[in-house]
């Protein structure tokens, strides 16, 4: 819903907007390559609110075989998963 | 001669129709037997034959047949738990017809259930290549005549806990176990308003049930053995650790984790310290996994409310009466992650 309508987007957009998203939600900043859940701070029901977010923010789905925690671990498998899956910036928002 | 009960193992749609207003009774079985794949023969029923020697599992006009199916799950109550425990059931090959009478809540009940199974998927809490079985809605609980067993999950209220499982007796085949899931109503309170009370049972199921491998059942006083060794059963199938317990307000866990749970919304009505800081000392030090606020979250404070009535009604417990900040919160609508806020906020409100 924040991304502009002129196709998909790039790693560094999706790098960048999920970076400030994690940041709010948990009120600290994460490397790209941080594990999110290593520290156990954050949990499971955490990842599913990402995959709520990921599918509204990027327009993507994630089904099946990507319901993987591997794929939610850190912002860099985030976004490349995003970016596998089209995250076709002009689906983004209200389907 | 007595009645005779013959056992089989083929279900089929027609048969289960001809069943109900019969004499029969259906027993989950073989879970330890027969894997979840198997789903087709995961339960068995057994079928009395009358007198005259007729044998019931041929209908009326002498039919049978049709495709073969598994007895299903009865859930009363979309509610957190409600969708919680029939996606619980569905991700283990068990068809579930989920009953509730709000109209919005039953609308959105599919959707609700997908994303569970999702998150369950997520998590490597449910086998990934298994698809889930069929889950069937309504508003009414007369679909409910063929259930295997019915997990009663509304309000946690007595008065309408009891009105679900007494209409539920009436409507389900006789030894069919009545499941009350019930964080701290005593289950002989509710036994009295069903017309079998030896079937009646309690669970006490965490949230989401699927992430938690641990049930804890509970036994009333005038719970039977079969109505109890069916529900060990079904919890078996559903690769659930039962921890069968006394009857008592709150039982154990509620007993013991929600006046806890009170007590750190006093600290933080008291200014003591903020939720973030009670639940970083207790997971830090304590090693509590996520620490008792984000819990009440988690269980929904309106619920945390009425199990906290119920205990200091029945215990006299004062540190079971509900803390203001607690009731304030409830009052503002602020019921914890299934609202998007309540000791703390949340992005999405998914569960």
Known sequence: MTTSSTGAATAQEIE????CHLEKRTKRSWAPEEDLFASGALSSLFAMELVVYLEKA????????????????????MSSMVLRLGGDAEEGGDA | MGTE????????????ENYRGNAHRIDWNGADVFGPRDISILFRRKTAIGASGRDRRTGPHGERGGPVTAPRLAVVGAGVMGVGIASLALGHGVPVLLVETDASRLAGAPARVHQHLRLARLTGALPAEEAPARL???ASLAGAADAAAVVE???????????????????VAPGTPLISNTSSIPIDELADSVSCPESLLGTHFMNPPYLIPTVEVIRGKRTGELALAAALRLLSALKRTPVVVGDTPGFVTSRILHPMINDAVR??????????EV??????????????????????LDNLLDSLRVLHERTGDEGCRPTALLVDKVEAGHLGRKTGRGFYEYGETLL
């Open chain 2, 136 to 138: 069937a809605t309504s």
């Open chain 2, 279 to 300: 639940d970083a000392l207790l997971q830090g030090c304590l090693g509590h996994r996520t620490g008792p606020l984000r819990t009440a979250d988690l269980i929904g």
């Open chain 1, 58 to 77: 990027f327009g993507v789905m994630i089904g099946g075989p990507d319901l993987r925690m591997e794929n939610f671990r850190t912002v860099r498998a």
């Open chain 2, 267 to 276: 600290v933080v009505e008291s200014g003591t310290a903020t939720a973030e």
């Open chain 2, 5 to 16: 009960w013959v056992e089989d193992t083929v279900y089929t749609a027609t048969a289960v």
């Open chain 2, 153 to 171: 999950a509304v309000t946690e209220n007595g008065a309408c806990k009891a009105e679900v499982l007494s209409e539920a007796a009436m409507i």
């Open chain 1, 16 to 19: 960048q907007e999920l970076s």
